[in-house]
């Protein structure tokens, strides 16, 4: 026979678990499925010239504190290896000629947009999003400022505007989502481009055009394209005539590290069996072993 | 006497009802009779030096917290776009998380395992507990550049399933409620029978003294539920806190980056529970100059060397698994806080609590128990700051002072409030309980 009491426990028990199952279900939900048509961007640095107009065109689309469109053609600023910050989502670094040539190779950096991007796996509450379209679009109101996505970017990209008492914002390159997503335009940077370095269209079109490029043109480029497969692909590919490492792009797997933390967080938590089962246990445990005491106690 | 009837009735009804499938036992509060508050009864004085020297480390880290309000985290901290955490997560958060472990470790040992013997410790383990993680609370929105959206991680159109530290956050708010539920009994037990509101307010203690005994009773009957909720949670943050670094492969050091980190956070909680509820113990005995609880905390170190065991062999087979053990013996700063970390936290520890002859000796319980409580959060200190690094360096992190006393005047505080609540509330076990065994 079950008492009041314990039919209470075991109901109570129960509406728990329906809840905590409700919960992981809703958690567990599966990544936005990607667009074939996904759109990205191709830089070709073999044909870039070191002329930052880019870097202007994105302060300016992003209302990013900047100079005059002449101040950026100061080259001094090659003199050192700069990253993207909180007042520039984009920055051309300059390395020397490989051998044999005396052009040097200028670099534009920026988010990659990774096709299993690992700042939105780590995002806390879902402000980092991977558009099925291709951009990771970040969206400031969600964001609690943990800046977790930081420690996660294996390209280190975001920057942080740390200096912001009340309304700090996680900065970093959208692909100009407002253009390429609503307007179907190409982001500021690559319509500002002179010498066309920058393609802006489908990535799977990007591509082949890339490889392409390769082909006809062997003894110009490294023969990859970066950003087919490095960490599970990226919507912005680029075109290099050395190995990446040369240009300080890390040397990473072809999975994106958020593969780790996902499997670990689905294996223990799917559905809640893990917890569900633990509880069982101690509660199974929990009863045998104040049942000993008091057969102890009474014997 | 109140006990054996007590347990009289349960086996009257057990007779009766022999299927029963409940999960129920004896009123897991029944440490009743056993504490009392040091107020009026304490060898000590509440302000003594140390106290007020803790006071004023309180108030300057106060201070902090208000300059990074009104001025943000660059005026307080060298955070930067490299370096996002510091120390307030490697030790505020995350080594608070680990310390706080002596909460549901020994939940487990004394209530779910139902050894009486550890009932002692509960409370002042469980009263660790509930201040630690709410500071840890409290030291995660001091981290967040936008703190005030904190409430974000609990609205379902937000969640983020992918995400380890929202696994951690929903974690710890949940069992940071379990905790202040696991605490209610001892303030009812202050309260009943005690309820004395000053003036006209009088009029309604006889009402809040019976608010109390129902909130008690109720309490009573649904505590099993939340005791063994708070070591199923904890049991899965502590190790999601360890799955938080796993999403770094090229960043964190190959001596730390693992996929296992969850488990070794898990194995490690478990070992830095005892020794945290050893450590405490013996500090609040010579803080409150009471005689130390030797009977209690001997046995228990008895069981730590084999969770460090179980610990060190994972650690050691996951180095040789992934090939990390070459790192070793490479001459740097990383492989020498490695070496620390494991030989001063684990192996030596291990081998004086194997001592019977050192764990009966107070001088040395308390400091293995305390190299051990060093070795977890330097493990931390590691995964989260020392062990990071990030491809494009602009010089190393080093925290900035105010970094420092922030962090300092938390821990301060955590002391000061845990002195206060034991002179209020009835967590320390009655004296004459301690000289009797």
């Not at chain 1, 509406?15 to 961007?41: F, I, M, Q, Y």
């Not at chain 1, 993207?84 to 200028?106: E, F, M, Q």
């Not at chain 1, 950003?227 to 919507?235: C, D, F, L, Q, V």
């Not at chain 2, 996002?84 to 209530?111: E, K, R």
Request: some cysteine; proline content about 7%; charged content about 20%.
């Amino acid at each position: 026979m079950v008492s009041r009491r314990d039919f209470l426990k075991i109901t109570g028990t129960a509406a728990g678990t329906a809840a905590l199952t409700a919960v992981g279900a809703e958690a567990s939900a599966p990544h936005p499925k990607l667009d074939p048509d996904r759109l990205g961007v191709l830089t070709d640095t073999t044909l870039c010239i070191g002329c930052r107009r880019c870097e202007w065109a994105c302060a300016e689309q992003n209302d990013l504190p900047h100079g005059d469109l002449e101040s950026f053609g100061d080259t001094s600023v090659f003199d050192e290896m700069r990253r993207p910050h909180r007042d520039s989502y984009t920055v051309v670094n300059r390395y020397s000629p490989a051998p044999g040539s005396d052009k040097p190779l200028d670099v534009k950096v920026q988010c990659l947009h990774c096709e299993h991007p690992a700042c939105v796996s780590a995002c806390i509450v879902a402000a980092l999003e991977k558009s099925p379209r291709g951009p990771v679009v970040y969206d400031a109101w969600k964001c609690i400022g943990c800046r977790y996505c930081m420690i996660a970017c294996p390209f280190q990209i975001p920057a942080y505007e740390y200096q912001d008492p009340l309304t700090p914002r996680v900065m970093k390159c959208t692909m100009c989502a407002e253009r390429t997503l609503d307007e179907g335009r190409p982001p500021a940077c690559v319509e500002m481009c002179p010498p066309e370095a920058l393609v802006f269209g489908r990535r799977s079109e990007l591509l082949e055009l890339a490889h392409r490029r390769i082909a006809e043109n062997p003894g110009r480029y490294h023969p990859e394209v970066l950003g087919e497969k490095i960490t599970g692909g990226t919507s912005w590919l680029m075109l290099t005539d050395r190995p990446p490492a040369e240009i300080d792009i890390p040397d990473l797997p072809d999975e994106s590290p958020a593969v780790i933390t996902e499997t670990i967080q689905h294996g223990i938590f799917k559905g809640f069996t893990g917890p569900l089962m633990m509880f069982g246990i101690l509660s199974i445990l929990m009863k045998s072993s104040s049942d000993k005491r008091k057969e102890d106690d009474n014997g | 006497m109140a006990d054996s009837m007590q347990h009289d009735r349960a086996a009257i009804l057990d007779k009766e009802a022999p299927i029963a499938i409940s999960i129920s036992v004896d009123d897991p509060s029944l440490d009743h009779h056993e504490a009392l508050p040091l107020a009026g009864r304490s060898a000590v004085p509440f302000f003594t030096p140390g106290v007020i020297v803790l006071s004023i480390l309180a108030a300057a880290g106060l201070a902090v917290l208000a300059a990074r309000l009104f001025f943000g985290l660059e005026a307080v901290t060298n955070f930067n776009d490299q370096y996002p955490w510091g120390i307030w997560i490697g030790i505020d958060v995350a080594s608070g998380v680990a310390l706080a472990a002596g909460g549901f470790t020994m939940a487990f040992i004394a209530h779910v395992m139902n050894n009486e013997k550890y009932h002692v410790l509960v409370r002042p383990a469980l009263l660790t507990a509930a201040i630690g993680y709410t500071f840890v609370g409290l030291g995660v929105a001091i981290d967040l550049g936008r703190y005030y959206n904190i409430w974000h991680v609990m609205v379902p159109s937000m969640w983020q399933g992918n995400s380890a530290l929202f696994e951690v956050g929903m974690c710890v708010m949940i069992y940071l409620t379990v905790l202040y539920i696991e605490f209610l009994p001892i303030v009812c037990e202050r309260f009943i029978g005690r309820v004395n509101l000053p003036g006209v307010l009088g009029r309604l203690n006889g009402f809040l003294d019976g608010l109390l005994r129902i909130l008690d009773k109720t309490l009573a009957r649904v505590m099993t539920f939340f005791i063994i909720a708070g070591v199923v949670l904890s049991c899965a943050h502590q190790s999601s806190l360890g799955t938080l670094m796993a999403i770094a492969p090229s960043k964190l050091h190959p001596l730390w980056h693992t996929p296992v980190l969850p488990l070794l956070f898990l194995l490690s909680a478990f070992a830095v529970g005892l020794a945290m509820a050893i450590f405490e113990s013996v500090l609040a005995s010579r803080s409150f100059k009471r005689p130390i609880e030797m009977h209690v905390l001997s046995p228990l170190a008895r069981m730590v060397p084999l969770l460090l065991t179980v610990y060190f062999a994972a650690k050691v087979i996951d180095l040789v698994n992934r090939d990390a053990w070459r790192f070793l013996f490479e001459a740097n700063f990383r492989a020498l806080m490695f070496w620390i970390e494991v030989g001063v936290g684990v192996v030596i520890p291990t081998f004086l609590f194997l001592s019977h002859r050192l764990r009966r000796h107070p001088v040395w319980l308390f400091t293995s128990a305390a190299m051990i409580v060093f070795g977890v959060v330097l493990n931390r200190f590691n995964v989260f700051v020392t062990g990071y690094t990030p491809p494009y360096g602009e010089g190393r992190y080093f925290p900035a002072w105010t970094e420092v006393m922030l962090t300092v005047g938390m821990i301060s505080l955590i002391v000061v409030l845990y002195r206060i609540w034991v002179f209020v509330f009835p967590v320390l076990p009655a004296e004459e309980e301690v000289e009797h065994a």
